[in-house]
């Protein structure tokens, strides 16, 4: 069995440097640095296509650069892409839901292929379960989800392993506007206690208003980009 | 927040770093009473740093129009400046805001801005 490794030393939560994606002739990201402190939430904002889901997809570990590095925890993401996989949270834009599972099983599935000790996992379970407000829905078959309570089970599954660090592709995406409030204040609940990287389409329903969904916490901020 | 465009960073800030930004494009939106447009464009005309955008009728009795005003300012004491100005020329002030830039304006702006600038120095 091998060991699990231990953190670098202590670093930026996420820091990303020189970051580039080509596919063919075709640039989806060139040279994006950037960095995030620990309790931070960073929005990416962007139109479809620039780049937003390639970068995230690279951090979470599901896709590699073509140049730059990417490190989570001070993990790299190349080189060490179990132990960053065990300290992220990721939402894609399309939650990775069994349908005919129920939302309890799939979160008890999804907490033993991320390795939660079976002495956690109903624990951890219950605790996503009502974070997520889930509770009414705990024995539903998740195909008979609305897509909200859909969206809600994907960020459980994102979070029942509480990782340090939570990758959310666009999770406010197809929903009404009272499913985006309760999904922003989710989002908004989980800032402190974890670093976020959430991304949105440019001209999105988020407020960016002093006190608005980027709230920085204090002494935080993502001035560190370039 | 890292806004970004055709694969590259445009723009990265907290949201309040974003705005500061656009301080070229502070804005304010007014209602006011006056008979004639002219008077509220007189009242305002001598103002360092204020740029009358657009003054439009609201109501024809009593008269009421929307005044949409832009400045260059770096500070917002331009605004009590409006009031008062307003007020010295006898004209009534009914409502006065400070639209904030929404982010898809930020976007716009920032990603307008280099593209000028990509096709500025393509040209050179």
Known sequence: MTGIPTAPAARAAIEVEHLSKTYGRFTAIRDISFQVNAGEIMGFLGPNGAGKTTSMRILAGYLPATEGTARVAGFDVHENPMAVRQRIGYLPENPPLYPDMTVEAYLHFVAQIKRVSAGDRPRRVDEVIRRCSLEDRRHTLIRKLSKGYKQRVGLAQALVHDPPVIILDEPTIGLDPKQIIEVRNLIKSLAGEHTIILSHPAGGQHDLRPGGDYQPRPGGSCRHAR | ?124
């Open chain 2, 1 to 124: 927040m890292v806004i970004i465009n055709r694969g590259q960073v445009a723009a990265v800030g907290t949201p309040a770093e974003l705005t500061a930004q656009l301080q070229d494009r502070q804005q304010a939106k007014l209602v006011v009473g006056a008979a004639e447009e002219a008077a509220i464009r007189a009242a305002l005309q001598n103002l360092m740093h204020v740029e009358v955008v657009s003054v439009q009728p609201l109501a024809a009795d009593p008269p009421r129009w929307q005044v949409q005003l832009k400045s260059n300012a770096s500070a917002e004491g331009w605004i009590p400046e409006v009031a008062r100005a307003l007020v010295q020329a006898g004209i009534d002030l009914y409502e006065i805001g400070r639209p904030q830039a929404s982010l898809e304006e930020i976007f716009l702006q920032l990603t307008t801005q280099e593209e000028a600038a990509g096709a500025l120095e393509e040209a050179a």
